[in-house]
């Protein structure tokens, strides 16, 4: 069965650094994705990047990449020049690619607080 | 722009009655969704349909039901509500294929007294 381990449970950054946000995931298939989402307050899910498992590169938007280290089953979030407005929940999701529905399996998520 | 579209922000509804959740898109997506979120949880998927009057269940099904008679339209129904249904509730879509995201509603917060 796959899993998704976000094992902070809250993270300080201040205005401008950088910050990390550790995603693990368990699964024995090789043919998977891997979602970053954010929620706000308001409680919208937005969806930020995404990395398929044969996805040589690191995947990037913007200010997010994704540091993936397939070996050691991990998919970082890093956000660069954090701002106010990032401070929300952060989810890590997986999917299996090879089958027909695009179930994902979410983390319990990180609760990221940008300070001035 | 995508859009998903769940009809109530907030609702509050007494033990036993039975609740409609409705949910629509507008990117005629083929992939619904109906999760449920609560704190320390994370987001569990009740229901999801791959096509019109196609459903599959999810990892917390009991206590709900779904109907999808349009394409653009999921309704996750309680049939009859239970205290411990009072939870966030979250519709989502996707196109089919390969790393398509899924794109979420605002959700609903529901409250069953």
Known sequence: AQKITQTQPGMFVQEKEAVTLDCTYDTSDQSYGLFWYKQPSSGEMIFLIYQGSYDEQNATEGRYSLNFQKARKSANLVISASQLGDSAMYFCAMRLLDTGFQKLVFGTGTRLLVSP | ?113
């Open chain 2, 1 to 113: 722009d995508v859009k998903v579209t769940q009809s109530s922000r907030y609702l509050v509804k007494r033990t036993g009655e039975k609740v409609f959740l409705e949910c629509v898109q507008d990117m005629d997506h083929e992939n619904m969704f109906w999760y449920r979120q609560d704190p320390g949880l994370g987001l569990r998927l009740i229901y999801f349909s791959y096509d019109v009057k196609m459903k599959e269940k999810g990892d917390i099904p009991e206590g709900y039901s779904v109907s999808r008679e349009k394409k653009e339209r999921f309704s996750l129904i309680l049939e009859s509500a239970s205290t411990n249904q009072t939870s966030m509730y979250l519709c989502a879509s996707s196109k089919q294929g390969s790393g398509q995201p899924q794109h979420f509603g605002d959700g609903t917060r529901l409250s069953i007294l």
